[in-house]
């Protein structure tokens, strides 16, 4: 599955948060460095820009928040992952979770037939 044919938006506040290549999320460490990150769109692509050039610790949990409303992207229900919402078109959405643990490739795509998982 190429993810990159679908929108990601913010589950607060919908706004869209990719472009046909990168989704784009404020970061926070936790040690309350601050920084934006450009994730790959590619589903099993776990490449990542970070801005400024960080070097994350292994399973180190990192906070995403949405660069537009700021909201706190943690799936209210896996504390461990970020959740967005995917548009597959006018009527169908499906939630998406990421592993937020540095390291840990983990990616979710929730449908209506079940969980698809995906993992690097
Ligand atoms: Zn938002």
């Given at each position: 599955?190429?993810?990159?044919?679908?929108?990601f938006?913010?589950?607060?506040?919908?706004?869209?948060?990719?472009?046909?290549?990168?989704?784009?999320?404020?970061?926070?460490?936790?040690?309350?460095d601050?920084?934006?990150?450009?994730?790959?769109?590619?589903?099993?692509?776990?490449?990542?820009?970070?801005?400024p050039?960080?070097?994350?610790?292994?399973?180190?949990?990192?906070?995403?928040?949405?660069?537009h409303?700021?909201?706190?992207?943690?799936?209210?229900?896996?504390?461990?992952?970020?959740?967005?919402?995917?548009?597959?078109?006018?009527?169908?959405?499906?939630?998406?979770?990421?592993?937020?643990?540095?390291?840990?490739?983990?990616?979710?795509?929730?449908?209506?037939?079940?969980?698809?998982?995906?993992?690097?």
């Open positions: 599955m190429n993810l990159g044919q679908y929108s938006s913010c589950p607060q506040c919908r706004a869209e948060l990719n472009n046909s290549k990168v989704i784009t999320l404020n970061t926070e460490r936790a040690n309350r601050k920084g934006v990150i450009q994730l790959s769109v590619g589903v099993g692509d776990y490449t990542f820009k970070h801005e050039k960080t070097e994350f610790n292994e399973g180190e949990i990192v906070s995403f928040y949405c660069p409303c700021k909201a706190d992207l943690s799936a209210p229900q896996h504390k461990d992952f970020i959740l967005l919402k995917m548009d597959v078109d006018e009527n169908i959405q499906f939630d998406v979770i990421f592993s937020r643990k540095a390291g840990h490739r983990r990616t979710y795509v929730i449908t209506e037939d079940g969980i698809e998982s995906y993992h690097g």
